[in-house]
């Protein structure tokens, strides 16, 4: 092997390496996914910026071949309504660097949870479909059950917020 | 001949609104059962409006749902005017059909370029396509473009293009800045050829599923989302206000969502197909003319002409909007005080994805007593699982891998949303 030729190879083995990326996920719970559409919307503008930078190694409105493995950042949408829906939740939180609620449902459990607070005439109402379907008492946000390392409220999220964090992280985690 | 026996299970659809599985049972060469299982948990909307003041119900029904959610909102708006017998302004309408034509055209965008096309290229994901390739990397200009553009129009109008706050019964909170109205119509033209590309796209896919079934749209003389009689494939049903007395609710044991026939028992499509089967002659003419040789493949019983007809509407809410915005300037307007007593208010509307009903019954004092939401994944969910009933039939010896994308493609051509399917369950259970 001539030198230029490993010179050639030792250049592309740091450039792939300097394409470090930001491994994150999208997951989404008991919610409208009013966020997950806000984030398409804001890669109408954004696109050409994040996509050179992010890895979505778990995404399941952009892609089919989904990973549960570790991510930088997963970003968490929607309430959590059931003990299943828990159990991913905490699997999520195992596998992501940081774990960021996105949205009202997240942050604060409503409007999804809004059940907790009907009147026990309504309540036993809706009992029948929480039995049939192992819906959890009841419907809770993502602290109180995982650690979260930061959030986006809003419905919809709140966009600046949403840029700021996910700027943040690019920078702690040295993605150029 | 050997008779085959195997099951198919997607545990979670990708690349849809939300959350659903399929479940495939064939026995001896012949399919047993298809279950299409909406999974989002239910969040009870219909129970949850009991009781609260009309004012609060719009923006609360828009959390049905993300992404259709100025239809919840119009479509309420309109039940809750209609119960107070009130018409809204000249302007308002116009306001109102700009917001519509704005989700349009950020709906489909989203559901045709980011859901669809990666199956037309064999690509797993929008974000999977090469940028160096030139025809790749127009559509993924184009993507942004397009869905940019429908988003513009929707904050222009009705201040976001999700959950947008200015629309209220009686009017606009706020009206649109006139200054600002040349450079949406210019972006509006810029995505023309963008959309008519995607025309092209659609027409040439030889994606195919005929499955001859019945139609119902909203059908008036111009191509409206928002007004007009319920109509099937043959001509006039009935108003907008009697749909209900047409559908029949049924339990989907396994699914979190209610499903619908007609009373006859007949299955039935609802969405942008149904609309250019029922209607096409009333696209706006330029739409008409530079779509002309796509618009002979309707009406068609193919599902995935329902890819093909949404990007026809996105190019009809595209010429609408231009012609609104080019006509008219508008003025300053306090959205108007209803009078409210105790009525019933029905709102129907055209949701991207098919006819939405909404019911109110409000009593004297503005509050809602009761009410009923009947959204369009509810009413397909029966004809997704006779399609995919009658693919697997006629598939059966294709690879399970080949199955499954094929069923998934299935699935996609409704542009189905699980977050509004979800929203309410009729609390009557076939089988415990």
């Known amino acids: 092997m001539t030198t230029a030729k490993l010179l050639i190879i030792c250049y592309n083995k740091t450039a792939f390496m300097s394409e470090k990326k930001l491994k994150v996920g999208w997951f989404s719970f008991t919610c409208c996914e009013d966020s997950t559409i806000l984030f398409t919307e804001l890669l109408n503008d954004h696109y050409q910026t994040w996509l050179p930078k992010l890895q979505f190694v778990h995404a399941r409105v952009l892609q089919t071949k989904n990973i549960w493995g570790p991510m930088d950042v997963a970003f968490v949408e929607g309430a959590i309504s059931s003990d299943s829906q828990a159990e991913t939740l905490k699997k999520i939180r195992q596998l992501a660097t940081k774990v960021v609620a996105i949205g009202a449902c997240a942050v604060t459990g409503r409007p999804s949870g809004q059940r907790n607070d009907f009147p026990p005439p309504l309540q036993q109402e809706i009992d029948s479909i929480l039995k049939k379907f192992n819906y959890g008492k009841k419907v809770k946000k993502l602290d109180e059950l995982i650690k979260v390392d930061a959030a986006v409220p809003g419905c919809p999220m709140n966009e600046q917020k949403f840029i700021e964090i996910l700027n943040l992280y690019l920078t702690e985690f040295a993605i150029n | ?432």
């Open chain 2, 1 to 432: 001949m050997h008779l085959i026996d195997f099951n198919l299970n997607i545990d979670e659809l990708t690349k849809v609104e939300g959350a659903a599985g399929l479940e495939i049972q064939v026995k001896k060469g012949k399919v047993e059962s298809v279950k299409f299982k909406i999974s989002d948990y239910k969040r009870f909307y219909t129970q949850a409006m009991r009781g609260k003041n009309v004012a609060a119900i719009p923006q609360l029904l828009a959390r049905i749902c993300g992404t259709c959610s100025n239809a919840h909102l119009l479509a309420s708006i309109e039940a809750i005017e209609k119960a107070a017998n009130f018409t809204p302004s000249a302007q308002t309408k116009l306001l109102r059909a700009l917001t519509y034509h704005g989700l349009i055209i950020r709906d489909h965008a989203l559901h045709l370029y980011l859901f669809v096309l990666p199956d037309l290229f064999n690509l797993d994901s929008l974000l999977a396509f090469d940028q160096t390739e030139p025809e790749q990397h127009q559509l993924l200009h184009d993507t942004f473009s397009v869905k940019a553009a429908g988003n513009h129009l929707a904050m222009l109008v009705a201040g976001r293009s999700v959950h947008a706050p200015l629309p209220i019964p009686g009017g606009f909170i706020k009206t649109p800045d006139n200054a600002l109205i040349p450079q949406h119509i210019q972006e509006l033209k810029a995505i023309r050829p963008a959309v008519l590309r995607l025309i092209e796209i659609f027409a040439n896919c030889d994606f195919k599923l005929e499955r001859p079934t019945d139609y119902i749209a909203l059908k008036a003389n111009s191509y409206s989302y928002l007004e007009g009689e319920i109509y099937n494939q043959d001509g006039p049903l009935t108003a907008e206000k009697d749909l209900r007395q047409y559908l029949e609710h049924v339990v989907l044991p396994y699914s979190q969502a209610s499903a619908y026939t007609l009373k006859n028992k007949r299955p039935y499509r609802v969405g942008a197909l149904a609309r250019l089967n029922i209607n096409k002659e009333a696209l706006h003419p330029k739409t008409k003319s530079d779509a002309a040789k796509a618009l002979q493949l309707f009406p068609s019983n193919n599902i995935f002409h329902n890819n093909l007809a949404q990007a026809i509407e996105i190019l009809h809410s595209i010429d609408e909007s231009i012609d609104i915005l080019s006509s008219n300037t508008f003025s300053p307007e306090t959205p108007a005080q209803l009078k409210l007593s105790a009525a019933t208010g029905f709102g129907v509307i055209e949701a991207p994805r098919g006819t939405l009903y909404h019911r109110l019954t409000i009593t004297n004092d503005g509050t809602v007593q009761e009410g009923e939401i009947i959204v369009p994944t509810s009413q397909n969910q029966i004809a997704i699982e006779l399609d995919i009933a009658e693919f697997i039939q006629n598939n059966l010896h294709q690879p399970k891998d080949k199955l499954t994308l094929e069923c998934e493609k299935i699935i996609r051509a409704y542009d189905p949303c699980m977050s509004c399917g979800a929203h309410f369950l009729e609390v009557k259970w076939l089988e415990e």
